[in-house]
């Protein structure tokens, strides 16, 4: 049984109140989650509050869970309602959300394994964020297309047209920084 089966088969155990397999659900998830989330807000810690929130989300909604999708797509599509909610609100109390975007992340500048993941998370932040978040679900999490474009809310040609775009635009970024694609291995 592979990991997204297992995932799956734990969101199903969670409406009867099975603590354990929650407690295996989010050790199982909650880096995966984590960072899909950073990345998004691309807030330390609003990514933590909002880890929060998904995973009492997915302890409140579980029963609602129809296997239509695998349990971790169904708890990413959670925790992306979490986060465009909170950008929402952020953006109406400020007035430019995209003043953070632009910089790289303080985390990735603490915590990059290499400079190569620095230099793509920065490339990756000159994305617009629909780029950004496509390429993020696809390649940080793993998901196909179909999966994509269920958590997006979105047709699955969008998908495929932001993913080529996207590749295309994070080509030129790294192009302009003076990286060539073989330089990033």
């Known amino acids: 049984m592979d990991k ?5 088969d734990l969101v199903k155990a969670v409406p009867g109140g099975d603590e354990d397999a929650f407690r295996q659900l989010y050790d199982l998830t909650n880096k995966s989650i ?10 330390q810690h609003m990514a933590e509050d909002l880890l929060i929130a998904t995973f009492t989300e997915v ?6 869970f129809r296997g239509e999708s695998k349990g971790l797509t169904w708890m990413i599509g959670i ?22 975007i632009e910089d790289p992340p303080e985390q990735m500048k603490h915590c990059a394994a290499s400079e190569n993941a620095a ?12 780029h ?23 047709p699955l040609n969008t998908v495929k047209s932001r ?3 996207a590749k295309d635009k994070l080509k030129g970024i790294l192009s302009s920084m003076g990286i060539a694609k073989d330089d990033l291995v």
């Not at 997204?4 to 799956?8: A, H, L, P, R, S």
């Not at 302890?59 to 609602?64: E, F, L, M, Q, V």
């Not at 986060?83 to 109390?93: G, Q, V």
């Open 34 to 43: 984590y960072s899909y989330l950073y990345r998004m807000v691309n807030n």
């Open 4 to 8: 997204g089966d297992v995932i799956t």
């Open 119 to 130: 230099i793509l998370q920065t490339a990756l932040n000159r994305l617009p964020s629909t």
């Open 79 to 100: 925790a992306r309602n979490r986060a465009m909610n909170a950008l929402r609100e952020k953006r109406d109390r400020e007035d430019d959300i995209d003043e953070n």
């Open 132 to 154: 950004r978040e496509v390429l993020d679900l696809i390649f940080f999490q793993g998901l196909v297309y179909e999966d994509v474009a269920r958590v997006m809310g979105i």
């Open 163 to 165: 993913v080529f775009y």
């Open 59 to 64: 302890w409140r909604s579980a029963k609602g």
